[in-house]
């Protein structure tokens, strides 16, 4: 078990999943950390490297179903590994057309129609940035969801229904 805040990391995520094992890498590297900020334009929060030190990206688990998020993604091995954050984030900016605002870190269920943001715009007195959702089928509207990734997963953890607001 592995409390971040108040979320155990271990029942955050289902590992029992064949699914899920395409968005799970190995142990997080300083490398691999510095290739991605390269690659994606931005530091990655804190919070965001402490989450994946504990676990590199995966699927959530069904019981935590009422924010739609499905998927956190992790740093692959590589810049264009399967399913990693930076072969994704390409294609929500490219293929998408989903703004450069900050980092997609979070997919939902709705298979790319939305997805959660780290938003850069906006960033706490620790440096951590707001997380919105971006509603891809709504011209991109953004709605802001928490202030940052810990609140946000605590909501998640905690099984809320999230309480968003339309910000742009």
Do not use: C
């Amino acid at each position: 078990m592995y409390l971040f805040g108040n979320v155990n990391v271990t029942e955050l995520f289902n590992n029992d999943s064949d699914y899920g094992k395409e968005y799970k890498f190995d142990s997080l590297t300083d490398e691999s950390i510095k290739r991605a900020e390269e690659s994606l334009g931005y530091k990655l929060s804190k919070s965001y490297i402490e989450l994946l030190k504990v676990q590199n990206g995966g699927v959530i688990d069904d019981k935590y179903d009422k924010s739609w998020l499905s998927v956190i993604y992790g740093i692959g091995s590589a810049q264009d590994s399967f399913n990693g954050l930076e072969e994704m984030f390409e294609n929500w900016r490219d293929e998408w057309e989903y703004p450069d605002i900050g980092i997609p870190f979070g997919e939902t269920q709705s298979a790319g129609h939305d997805m959660y943001y780290m938003d850069y715009r906006a960033v706490d007195e620790n440096g951590e940035p707001r997380i919105v959702r971006i509603d891809n089928e709504q011209d991109n509207a953004v709605y802001f969801v928490a202030d940052n990734l810990m609140a946000f997963l605590e909501m998640i953890y905690e099984n809320q229904e999230i309480q968003e607001r339309l910000i742009k």
